[in-house]
Nanobody, 126 residues
Framework: VQLQASGGGLVQAGGSLRLSCAAS????????MGWFRQAPGKEREFVAA???????YYADSVKGRFTISRDNVKNTVYLQMDSLKPEDTAVYYC?????????????????????WGQGTQVTVSS
């Protein structure tokens, strides 16, 4: 699976952005998909995940502001980001996990994911 993330940019605090991650391959619908982010000098952190079953998971820091979704026809996963804050500034990465048996708690760990996109920069100004 190859992943291509896009949609990052510069936005003012309180604004919105929608990230997209286009995937290659015919079995996209069976993958668990995740979004992670990494700010300068910090470790990569979990943002959101979407199991192949449709269950969604969010980091507490983005719950209620971010929404993960997917379009299995377009082989694309999205991250709608609203009410953005300066602390959301980071490089955002999409990732895919091909194990349909992955338990939900493991989706929070970047180690679980086999495939990664190249990252897209999100900068939120105050």
């Amino acid at each position: 699976v190859q992943l291509q993330a896009s949609g990052g940019g510069l936005v003012q605090a309180g604004g919105s952005l929608r990230l997209s991650c286009a995937a290659s391959g015919r079995t996209f619908s069976s993958y668990n998909m995740g979004w992670f982010r990494q700010a300068p000098g910090k470790e990569r952190e979990f943002v959101a995940a979407l199991r192949w079953t449709g269950s969604k998971y969010y980091a507490d820091s983005v719950k209620g502001r971010f929404t993960i979704s997917r379009d299995n026809v377009k082989n694309t996963v999205y991250l709608q980001m609203d009410s953005l804050k300066p602390e959301d500034t980071a490089v955002y990465y999409c990732a895919a996990d091909g194990d349909r048996g992955t338990i939900s708690s493991m989706l929070y760990s970047h180690w679980q994911y086999d495939y990664w996109g190249q990252g897209t920069q999100v900068t939120v100004s105050s």
